[in-house]
């Protein structure tokens, strides 16, 4: 099971252990660089929890929110940018 904040709540998101992996036996999805399961679980919770892996209007800041509860900032670059 996989705790995430969804809505302002806490959910158990309830995953197995499999993971998608290609023709050559290569995981597909996000992975650690250590070989770490937690990475792919999380993703497959995540997933879950939006209905399967085609699902539409993903945002970042959204999505990282629901992960790490952090409320990230956007600033506009552009404005103040001198190409000098």
């Known amino acids: 099971m996989i705790k995430l904040f969804v809505n302002g709540v806490y ?5 197995d252990d499999y993971l998608p992996i290609n023709k050559s036996d290569q995981h597909m999805g996000a992975y650690s660089s250590q070989g770490k399961l ?6 497959k919770a995540y997933l879950k929890l939006h209905g399967s892996y085609e699902f539409h209007g993903s945002r970042s800041s959204r999505d990282l929110y629901i992960l790490t509860r952090w409320l990230p900032e956007s600033k506009d670059f552009t404005k103040d940018f001198d190409s000098d």
């Open 11 to 15: 959910r158990g998101i309830t995953v």
């Open 38 to 43: 937690w990475v792919s679980l999380i993703e």
